[in-house]
């Protein structure tokens, strides 16, 4: 099968992109043609595909360079609502290859949804894998700073991105996405997608409130792609986060739960608004074991999972299918999480790991307490994990589902155009 595979990174940024290399990695390897479209970039892996790649308008993230010519606003626009050169190049690509079906990551800023118009004018059918709430918010998060989490997108409510300045702390920036959110809707984009791979099903149960159909909905969860024994697991006495540094991260019920006590705290990970400042000033003057260690690739991160005692995911919002869970199962460490959105199915409490009530740092701290004076049951709970990871989580049971998927949706398409 030719697969064209669809993400405006075509490098490793985060747990998206992870992912697309390790799917494309074991398509390959049973055999199937993969075939890239992405944006083209200094970080990009090499490919011969990249002639077809677009053009970047920006750097990594949009709107993050205050100098900016009247063409590099134009086309930074065009890819937020509908850029024909997007669709242009998709086509050429698509007319050059022949692909069987069409695999999209990410594409919502960056590429636009015109690709999908390119994909069905050639009757191509289209999968997209959902990793965030864009659709539904144009923040993508269902978070406002300082407030919480937020729905009033999905209610109908759309005026309220632009009062809570929901992008960037913009007016401007949070209208502009609303009117790019405003415009899809319209447009009726998830029509022109075959069927929908969703990681959570909670995050299944959000699109279907919005609208999409429940036959084109998918729960497919994410994989580990364990390719060699991790090394045997030691139940050290210090605890790790891995990810960003942000506000909905729950990063300040973490510091609170870990500020003047005896547990030692491992942070890694980075922010790019100055909030790890915020966070280290909140602890001046207190006694504390709390490292920011920065960011790290991921093997100096194995080497932590290896030795920690646990991991947390202290998340304040609809936290989807975080990466970093699954490589605590992988090194047979339990989670402590909140008990909110796709948490509650990954993390089963006192099984693979503890979960709390989110903002509640005293609960976490307890939580944690919990561990810390009990290496024995982290072992079991970790162990429990590490079994998820060979079962439910392994990319033999992932690429199945995936292929169960295309072959229906390809036959659906075939049987449609006949």
């Not at 309220?160 to 984009?189: F, Q």
């Not at 390719?227 to 990810?243: C, M, N, T």
């Not at 402590?336 to 006192?350: F, P, Q, R, T, W």
């Amino acid at each position: 099968m030719k697969i064209a595979l669809v993400n405006y990174r075509y490098f490793i940024s985060g747990g998206p992109e992870r992912y697309y290399f390790n799917i494309k990695e074991i398509l390959e390897r049973n055999g199937h043609e993969v075939i890239p479209f992405s944006v083209k970039g200094p970080k990009n892996f090499a490919t011969e595909y990249e002639k077809y790649f677009l053009e970047s308008v920006d750097d990594e993230e949009y709107f993050a360079n205050t100098h900016k010519t009247p063409r590099t606003v134009l086309r930074s626009f065009s890819r937020m609502f509908y850029s024909f050169e997007a669709r242009r190049k998709f086509r050429r690509l698509l007319e050059d290859t022949h692909p069987d079906i069409v695999y999209i990551l990410q594409y919502h800023n960056k590429i636009s949804p015109s690709i999908l118009d390119a994909a069905r004018s050639l009757g191509i059918p289209v999968v997209h894998r959902i990793s965030d709430f864009q659709y539904m918010c144009p923040a993508a998060i269902f978070y406002v700073h300082g407030k919480g989490i937020c729905e009033d997108c999905l209610h109908g409510k759309p005026m309220s991105c632009v009062r809570n300045k929901c992008v960037l702390g913009s007016t401007v920036y949070s209208a502009i996405k609303a009117s790019a959110k405003w415009l899809h809707d319209r447009m009726h984009v998830t029509d022109k997608i075959d069927a929908f791979v969703v990681p959570s099903s909670f995050t299944l149960g959000k699109l279907a409130e919005y609208g999409i159909p429940a036959a084109k909905l998918n729960h497919i969860p994410t994989f580990f792609n364990l390719k060699e024994p991790v090394a045997v697991p030691v139940y050290g006495d210090d605890f790790l986060y891995v990810g960003r540094l942000q506000e909905e991260k729950g990063l300040k019920t973490l510091i609170e739960a870990f500020a003047d006590t005896p547990y030692r705290l491992k942070i890694i990970g980075f922010s790019n608004d100055g909030y790890e400042e915020t966070l280290k000033k909140s602890l001046q003057g207190r006694r504390h074991n709390i490292e920011f260690l920065g960011r790290m690739d991921f093997d100096r991160i194995a080497t932590y999972l290896s030795s920690c005692r646990a991991t947390i995911v202290p998340s304040v919002w609809y936290d989807n299918f975080p990466n970093t869970v699954l490589e605590s199962f992988a090194f047979s460490k339990p989670v402590i999480a909140s008990n909110l959105g796709s948490l509650k199915e990954l993390v089963a409490d006192g099984v693979t790991g503890l979960t709390f009530t989110p903002g509640d740092a005293t609960a976490l701290r307890r939580r944690v307490a919990e561990l810390a004076e009990n290496a024995n049951a982290a072992r079991r709970m970790g162990e429990t994990a590490f079994g998820r990871i060979t079962t439910l989580y392994s990319p033999e049971e992932h690429y199945h589902s995936l292929m169960n998927l295309f072959n229906q949706v390809i036959s659906a398409k075939t049987n449609h155009n006949i």
